[in-house]
């Protein structure tokens, strides 16, 4: 490119980021894309294209949320970037050696990690354009752009069909699709169903049986199902989770159903899936609780007992938590300082029903007071028992998971609590709890102060008490900038080498040691 050249490109490039672009500056910015690679790979640098997608997203999240004017330039050029990217690769890649003349291109491969196809059917590298047909990824992820905008990452194994620019059919495994909210809508098939995204954001999954699951994140998706005695429609909103198979089934909400972020290439675990840390401590100490205040300073806390996690590298700078629990005849405290690059940003609202609320970052705990039951933990959730029914001990009342997070826009210390492994009875911000958020000065974390009644978490009638071992366990949820998308996680007090997730079985949870007075506490590790 020459010096005029490369101008123009600058130009085009700040009128598409100022949503200024014209059609025929469309087609020149096109033009100069198919011409010059060195222009493809200033474009590429210059939008960021794959972690574009990932940070714009984010602005389509909380729905009753106004969104920052300096995001609304970006979510217009990542729909026209996918579109350019993708008709750049098509354009580019002429047809070579077996492939047809005739074949009918309706994606590329943008991205993906560790990805495993299924030679027999097709092998991909990114940068690849991908004809209508079916596609086979043994493992790995990989993230499909379709000529529409819309984008769908597969997680391995899955076979997806691609039928049209803007249609799909999920075989097996599970996507999670992303479409402009421009568009004219995204069509994925399965074989129970049949789905249209209004600009959204959806995960699906199919079993061996050929049976779907629906998870919509944002956004609306029409859902009709192939059964023909079922004749309607139905419409499924952000926050909903159902089974399609003969019927709809209503299922949990769980964020971390679906992969929604690349891994990023210094997390190999993957983030948003995996944990960012090795959990250092199989117990914790709770302490007798003196006169304590609820606002935010620690001052008053017995802090001898308090454990310190920390990520793993990048994040261990950045992302750790100190943590702290105490107890007298009426009340649970709890308080934690949490590393975090963005703190107290969420943007998810107690007043909007919802199965989660860690979207936008908080603290979560999982509580036994089931004196009787002791350590370790009996009980097991729906996604380990399956299709068999519940025990009475997996619908234990004293088995409690507590959501903790600070609503930005009202400055509100907000609870959620729901009891047994089944987690039935949600409450989001009940009668009986207090709580406090303190932002660090630096800006680079924040303290988080509560008081739990016994009453809340089912133990009014038989507190813990001085002597007992019972279970418990520390969860940390980080957000992005905008506290609206859940991006990583950690867990703090865990039982060695038990197999299984902490929503999974009870199993898992670590110790909760209940001291007295005259305990000298000495921290340690596993």
Request: hydrophobic share 40%; aromatic share 10%.
């Amino acid at each position: 490119m020459n010096p005029a050249e490369n101008a123009e490109l600058n130009e085009l490039l700040g009128a598409l980021r100022e949503n200024t672009i014209s059609a025929d500056q469309h087609a020149r910015l096109n033009q100069i894309l198919s011409e010059h690679a060195e222009a493809r790979r200033q474009y590429v640098q210059y939008m960021g294209l794959v972690a574009t997608l990932h940070k714009c997203d984010v602005a389509a999240l909380a729905p009753n949320v106004v969104r920052p004017q300096r995001w609304r330039w970006v979510a217009a050029a990542v729909s026209v970037a996918a579109m350019l990217i993708v008709a750049v690769l098509v354009r580019q890649a002429a047809p070579t050696g077996s492939e047809k003349v005739s074949a009918n291109f309706v994606a590329a491969l943008t991205a993906g990690t560790d990805m495993r196809w299924n030679e027999a059917a097709a092998n991909y590298a990114v940068g690849q354009r991908m004809p209508a047909g079916r596609c086979k990824l043994n493992g790995g992820i990989a993230l499909i752009t379709f000529q529409s905008g819309a984008t769908a990452m597969l997680q391995g194994p899955a076979e997806l069909e691609l039928m049209t620019e803007d249609k799909a059919f999920l075989h097996s495994g599970q996507v999670f699709v992303r479409a402009p909210q421009d568009g004219n809508g995204f069509k994925l098939e399965t074989p129970t169903a049949r789905l249209l995204d209004l600009g959204t954001e959806f995960g699906v999954s199919v079993n061996a049986s050929g049976d779907a699951l629906l998870q919509v994140y944002e956004g609306e998706v029409l859902a009709n199902l192939k059964n023909k005695d079922v004749k309607h429609e139905q419409r499924f909103k952000g926050g909903d989770a159902v089974g399609m198979t003969s019927n709809f089934q209503s299922q949990s909400f769980w964020p971390e159903r679906f992969v929604r972020t690349l891994p990023d290439v210094t997390d190999p675990k993957g983030r948003g899936y995996n944990a960012y840390n090795t959990s250092r401590y199989d117990a914790t100490d709770i302490l007798p609780a003196g006169r304590v205040k609820i606002d935010g300073d620690l001052s008053d806390w017995n802090l001898s007992a308090r454990i310190h996690g920390v990520c793993e590298p990048p994040y261990g700078e950045n992302h750790y938590l100190e943590a702290s629990m105490m107890y007298d005849s009426e009340n649970l405290y709890i308080s934690g300082h949490v590393g975090d690059p963005f703190p107290m940003r969420s943007q998810v609202s107690p007043h909007i029903v919802r199965e989660l609320y860690g979207a936008g970052g908080g603290v979560a705990l999982r509580v036994s007071t089931d004196r009787k039951q002791g350590w370790p933990l009996n009980g097991e959730s729906r996604f380990k028992k399956g299709k068999r029914p519940f025990e009475p001990i997996d619908l234990n009342e004293k088995l409690s998971f507590v959501f903790l997070w600070f609503y930005e826009p009202e400055k509100l210390a907000c609870l959620q609590i729901k009891s047994g492994m089944d987690l039935h009875n949600p409450r989001v911000n009940p009668e009986g709890y207090e709580g406090a958020w303190r932002k660090d000065a630096d800006g680079k974390g924040y303290t988080v102060e509560y008081r739990i009644s016994w009453k809340l978490l089912n133990a009014a009638d038989d507190p813990p008490q001085a002597g007992d071992t019972l279970g418990t366990m520390w969860i940390v949820h980080w957000s992005d900038e905008l506290g609206s998308t859940w991006k990583g996680q950690m867990f703090e007090v865990v039982k060695p080498n038990e197999p299984g997730w902490n929503f999974d079985r009870a199993a898992t949870w670590g110790r909760a040691q209940y001291r007295d007075s005259t305990f000298k506490p000495t921290p340690t590790g596993k």
